[in-house]
């Protein structure tokens, strides 16, 4: 009956659904429904399509759309782009950094959805008493949730576990990027998902949870609309809990996914997602769509500029408790960017940083790192914490477009935001691209090395290059971006080094290179002090010699030599009686006196 879909597939979808959602008779007469005149997998899953519209329960509604996609994907076999698009994701998400990031990720979502809730109980107080409307938030919401996503745990953690050992329980985001019952067949096809099962596992033990929280939050509520109390209060939550009426399992399945950015897409994003299923192609550089549209849908929803998006504008309209909501995520956003902008004022939180090469690499010689905490005299980086990045990125990125004045201070300031977005690890392959479209001349070689070495090296390999070898490489071509991820080979290419020759490397041991947290220490000695003050940078030499361009090797050598040459003699010059009386002026063009001559001495010899 189901043609290329094997009856194993079938029963085994059918044994896991009804034990995690307790509606064996709704799905069995969904099933039974195959017995009468269905031809083919393609018919199967749209009777199965069809019958998700009809049901009223949520869960079974997902869980039979589920079932249809792997009907609907089995109705043809995975083809070479099928495959090399489930080799090049999964390996993307091979290193601890990927399930270190989605762990951080579904954690601050699902923090701060607690004070959203107080805030939205008292904001819906006043628009119960300027509308003389009954309330629809209460302060108990939070706390009711807080308890519930806490008894969810142990479910969560069950689920978790279901999600690492069986492919067929996806409770998470894969389903954007695997094709459906696996592209690679056989064990080395189960080895090569393995990043997929354990990014499931995490997604389902915090949706679950969530999804308790949200259950108990939404019974607590119905209670107190009751007029219940006390101890009838406690037990009508629980049996409510215990067998949910089908609005409220809705409401709880869609908050669980809403904190782990799940969210079915809608509109123009739904169109796009289509077309990215329908193209397996371009997964190969968009192999997530879903998970960053919502995160940036999540943090747009936390600034001004919701009113931009049309679910706000419909919940602002509906009014009530769902007006309380969009208005509480507003409120805590925007305290949240206010705060963090505070910090970025007092130099505590880092951006981007200059555009300027010279300036740049001033920064990183005293230990400064882009996107990073400072505390103490440690910058610890903050990348890849979504969407708590979001945040902290744009504070930072605004200050630094306003401290130096300019007409087109506000155009800065939103290009740094666009561009904190695009340089988010899972959507590096994204930006690249753009990269490489907007300047094919500057970026294309970039955009194919990364991609094909992608596509080639697991970031666990990677992961473990960087382990033994903590100097950052500038590898050029395809084929030193290979070796530049693997471990040992890295070795064969050159460093990347700053004005002064000295070669960038990552600090600590192999325990603090383990750490998935890049941490630097800031820096000083008299040379970097002195140009400090003076407010002066040092740029790069030429890679031009006697009218003829250096070779990579020989400009390595010269920017080497010459650098430490350099910072030798700025050293001794400054410490001498006749620098440290003379005028900034002066100093200047000691300093410039002093690269001139060295570099044009270390370019002869």
């Not at 119960?128 to 953690?157: N, S, V």
């Not at 308790?212 to 409510?240: C, D, F, H, P």
């Not at 999540?298 to 602002?316: E, N, V």
């Not at 970097?528 to 990579?552: C, H, R, V, Y």
């Amino acid at each position: 009956i189901l043609n290329a879909v094997t009856k194993e597939e079938v029963v085994e979808q059918t044994k896991v659904l009804p034990q995690v959602l307790g509606v064996r008779k709704e799905i069995g007469l969904a099933l039974t429904s195959f017995k009468k005149g269905v031809r083919g997998s393609k018919e199967a899953a749209q009777k199965l399509f069809k019958q998700a519209e009809e049901t009223t329960n949520p869960i079974v509604k997902e869980n039979l759309k589920s079932l249809g996609r792997v009907l609907e994907g089995a109705e043809r076999d995975p083809t070479l782009i099928d495959k090399l698009v489930e080799w090049a994701t999964a390996i993307k998400l091979s290193s601890p950094l990927t399930q270190f990031r989605n762990i951080s990720g579904n954690t601050f979502s699902t923090v701060l959805k607690v004070p959203e809730r107080f805030v939205s109980a008292g904001l819906d107080s006043l628009r119960a008493i300027i509308t003389g409307t009954g309330k629809e938030r209460f302060a108990k919401d939070a706390l009711a949730d807080t308890i519930g996503t806490l008894e969810g745990l142990k479910e969560g953690a069950a689920n978790a576990v279901k999600a690492l050992k069986d492919e067929s329980f996806q409770m998470g985001r894969i389903e954007e990027a695997a094709f459906p019952g696996g592209a690679i067949g056989g064990k080395f096809g189960k080895v090569v998902r393995a990043p997929f099962r354990l990014l499931s596992a995490v997604d389902a033990f915090f949706q679950t949870a969530n999804q308790r929280g949200a259950l108990k939050m939404a019974a607590t509520r119905q209670a107190i609309e009751e007029g219940l109390s006390g101890e009838a209060m406690v037990q009508r939550i629980s049996e409510l809990v215990e067998s949910p009426p089908a609005k409220l399992l809705e409401q709880a399945v869609e908050e669980g996914k809403r904190i782990v950015f799940r969210e079915d897409l809608k509109g123009t994003l739904e169109s796009l997602d289509r077309i990215r299923h329908e193209q397996p192609y371009i997964k190969l550089i968009i192999p997530f769509f879903k998970t960053p549209a919502n995160i940036f849908k999540a943090f747009i929803q936390r600034t001004p500029l919701t009113f931009a998006l049309p679910s706000t504008l419909q919940a602002l309209k509906t009014g009530g408790g769902e007006a309380s909501d969009v208005m509480s995520r507003l409120v805590v956003g925007s305290t949240v960017l206010a705060s963090f902008t505070a910090l970025a004022l007092e130099g505590r939180i880092t951006g981007r940083g200059p555009e300027n090469k010279a300036k740049r690499d001033a920064l990183y010689r005293q230990g400064w790192q882009p996107y990073s905490l400072k505390i103490g005299d440690n910058y610890i980086s903050y990348r890849g914490l979504e969407p708590l990045t979001a945040y902290l990125g744009l504070s930072a990125d605004i200050v630094e477009a306003f401290e130096e004045p300019s007409q087109d201070a506000i155009l800065k300031a939103l290009g740094a935001a666009a561009g904190d977005f695009l340089d988010q690890p899972f959507l590096t392959g994204i930006s690249d691209f753009f990269d490489m479209m907007t300047n094919p001349e500057r970026h294309a070689e970039k955009f194919f090395s990364n991609f094909l070495s992608g596509a080639v090296i697991p970031t666990g390999v990677s992961y473990a290059s960087r382990l033994i070898d903590p100097t950052f490489r500038h590898p050029k071509g395809v084929l030193q971006t290979m070796e530049s991820r693997i471990p040992f080979m890295s070795q064969r290419v050159l460093p990347i080094r700053n004005a002064f020759g000295e070669t960038a490397r990552r600090e600590g041991g192999i325990l603090q290179r383990f750490s998935p947290v890049s941490i630097t220490t800031a820096k000083s000695d008299l040379v970097e002090n002195e140009l400090g003050i003076l407010d002066k940078t040092i740029g790069f030499p030429s890679k031009q010699a006697f009218g003829e361009s250096l070779s990579e090797e020989e400009y390595d050598t010269m920017l080497r030599v010459s650098g430490r040459v350099t910072k030798d003699v700025l050293f001794e010059v400054m410490k001498t009686g006749g620098y440290q009386g003379a005028s900034r002026d002066s100093k200047i063009k000691i300093i410039d006196k002093v690269v001139r001559e060295v570099r044009e001495n270390v370019r002869n010899q």
